[in-house]
């Protein structure tokens, strides 16, 4: 299963970047997206992965019995989502403006003036 | 209770400034008490680290690994101290004026979050909430840019989001990695876990993405090129802003981590950190001297100094770092200044390019003898405060063996004398063009200013102190036991 994930992760990260790569504002944008999903499963994958433990202690007991998933990632990961779902809308809206004023969707062609 | 304020301060008057009526006079009052605020609130807890030591507090009274941690050592305090400065000088610039389209929406309230997250930044004691008030400071700063809508203005802040949303991702993976290796996110607690735990793959993979990460956002060489196409297009006062404390997060969060995980001075962070830097000098400069609009070449000062502030922590001696963090303060003060200074241009002429600028030593002597005292600091020039830095850094280049470094950060002195020099005379110097009339600049334009350029010269009658303060700062960086044990109380 983590081999499986962390397969997904890579995949996500290198369709990502190659998008960012592609030049064109709406490619960035998805590419963007794609990375950051890809981040998340990785957090999720490097933290473990463990089936059906929930990490709460019985009433009986004083401790943990066996060994349960640890819910600091998934918390991670929440945040995580949350912050990247507002800033992709944003850079969404910018994009869109961008592509308005500038009359263009190539990034190279939408720099201000040269370097 | 204390290291809450300068994150509660700008959040409350931002609630604040979102909540009142919209009567310009009003709104900047607000939010240039709020920013007074928290230059209190820094000023009170820079005295409590220096007589008190480390201090820590933990939201919620959860102990330390398992809460959120907020720490203040002396580096951090003098870091809070300087988000209260420029944040103070950049509110107290809008009452020169400010775009009614920007201040309409929310232009105030911004300042306040945008301060918030560099404040959360410096103090926080934890790895993953370093990463989110860098993305509050990100939001706060994505909106300020681009909220004006400029042709030029939008663009600029598409690339600026863009490559700044890369640097978050990498940040965020760097930090899953580790938090799967060492199963831990409190600073203090990766001090101690990462060590026993670290793989040698995972340990490099880890150190380049944090480089990335961090050297993205710092502008060092070779990520720094977001940084001179958008830094220029924002109002001035913004860009100031970002100027002074954005670019300084990046360096903060390297000098802050870096040492904490990789312990060792042998790790080749720190020799990839020993070449990074002193191209990052000789790049930015160059290019700089290439640039025909002033805040252009101010912007690649920026890039080139941001080389200075990072070479300190590649050569690992307490001295290079506490002259590092020395040019830190002073870089802060300066960059920002020269911000305002190209800003006073952008007011009185319209433009800030060099070639129709001039003859403000004529018009108002008072005002460019201003001027000339960030210009000449920047350069280095004796007695001011970025000498003492700069020889600080060049001193221990020597000592520690890398002569190498001493002759670039040498040669890099003298093209920052150059383009500064090329800066006095086109903008200040040489006579105006013919065509034009200019108004006076109106004493509220120049004040902010002016109180830099008071704060600039106190730097420079004080270094012997301050240099003392950052020596302590870098000896509690190098060692970092002093930190741990205060955040986990000796466990």
Not at chain 1, 2 to 28: D, F, H
Not at chain 1, 60 to 84: H, N, R, Y
Not at chain 2, 400 to 429: C, K, N, P, Q
Request: aromatic letters at 10%; proline letters at 6%.
């Amino acid at each position: 299963m983590e081999l499986l994930l962390a397969i997904v992760s890579g995949v996500l990260y290198a369709t990502g970047l190659y998008l960012m790569l592609r030049r064109r504002l709406a490619q960035l944008a998805i590419g963007l997206a794609l990375v950051s999903h890809g981040s998340n499963v990785l957090i999720f994958t490097a933290a473990g992965v463990i089936r059906s433990r929930p990490p709460i202690v019985p009433e009986s007991a004083a401790g943990f019995t066996a060994v349960a998933a640890d819910p600091v990632p998934q918390s991670l990961i929440l945040t995580a989502i949350v912050i990247g779902f507002g800033v992709l809308a944003f850079a969404l809206v910018l994009a869109h403006r961008v592509h308005v004023s500038a009359d263009t969707d190539d990034v190279d062609r939408i720099l201000p003036d040269r370097l | 209770m204390l290291l809450v304020l300068p994150i509660a301060i700008p959040l409350a008057t931002a609630i604040l400034l979102h909540l009142l009526p919209y009567r310009p006079r009003l709104l900047q009052v607000v939010a240039f008490a709020g920013a007074a605020g928290i230059l209190v609130s820094a000023i009170v807890i820079l005295n409590a680290v220096i007589h008190r030591g480390t201090q820590v507090l933990q939201i919620g009274g959860w102990p330390a690994p398992f809460g959120i941690t907020l720490v203040a050592d002396t580096f951090s305090a003098l870091l809070i101290l300087m988000v209260g400065i420029v944040g103070t000088v950049v509110t107290g610039q809008s009452f020169s004026g400010v775009d009614p389209r920007r201040e309409s929406l929310g232009y105030h309230a911004l300042i306040h979050v945008l301060l918030m997250g560099v404040s959360g930044a410096f103090l926080t004691g934890d790895i993953f909430n370093l990463y989110v008030w860098f993305e509050v400071m990100l939001i706060a700063s994505f909106v300020l840019m681009s909220l004006h809508r400029t042709r030029a203005q939008l663009q600029a802040a598409f690339i600026y989001v863009a490559i700044n949303l890369l640097a978050s991702a990498f940040l965020l993976t760097a930090i899953g990695l580790l938090y799967g290796q060492a199963g831990t996110l409190n600073f203090a607690d990766l001090a101690r876990a990462w060590p026993e735990r670290r793989t040698p793959a995972l340990d490099a993979a880890i150190s380049a993405l944090f480089l990335t990460a961090f050297g993205i956002k710092a502008g060092l060489f070779p990520f720094f090129f977001w940084l001179p196409v958008s830094y220029p297009t924002p109002p001035p006062a913004i860009g100031a802003l970002f100027a002074g404390l954005l670019t300084k997060v990046g360096v903060y969060a390297m000098i802050r981590v870096f040492p904490l995980l990789f312990a060792g001075a042998g790790h080749p962070v720190y020799a990839v950190l020993l070449v990074l830097s002193p191209v990052t000098m000789v790049v930015g400069l160059i290019a700089a001297l290439g640039q025909s609009d002033l805040r252009r070449v101010l912007s690649f000062n920026l890039v080139g100094h941001i080389g200075y502030t990072t070479v300190g922590l590649a050569l690992r001696t307490q001295e290079a770092l506490a002259a590092s963090l020395l040019y830190m303060l002073h870089h802060m003060l300066v960059i920002t200044t020269l911000f305002l200074v190209g800003g006073w241009f952008l007011r009185q002429r319209r433009t800030a390019a060099l070639a129709s600028l001039g003859g403000l030593v004529r018009s108002q002597p008072v005002v460019a003898a201003l001027a000339m005292v960030p210009v000449f600091s920047l350069a280095g020039v004796p007695p001011l405060s970025g000498f003492i830095a700069k020889l600080g850094i060049i001193a221990s280049a020597f000592a520690s063996g890398h002569y190498w470094v001493a002759a670039i950060a040498l040669l890099v002195s003298l093209l920052t004398l150059l383009s500064m020099a090329r800066v006095w005379d086109e903008a200040f110097w040489k006579p105006p063009p013919p065509e034009a009339r200019y108004g006076r600049l109106p004493a509220t334009v120049v004040m902010p200013a002016a109180v830099l350029v008071a704060l600039t010269l106190g730097l420079t009658i004080a270094a012997g102190p301050v240099f003392d303060l950052t020596m302590h700062a870098a000896d509690q960086l190098l060692n970092p036991a002093e930190y741990v044990d205060a955040v986990l109380g000796g466990r």
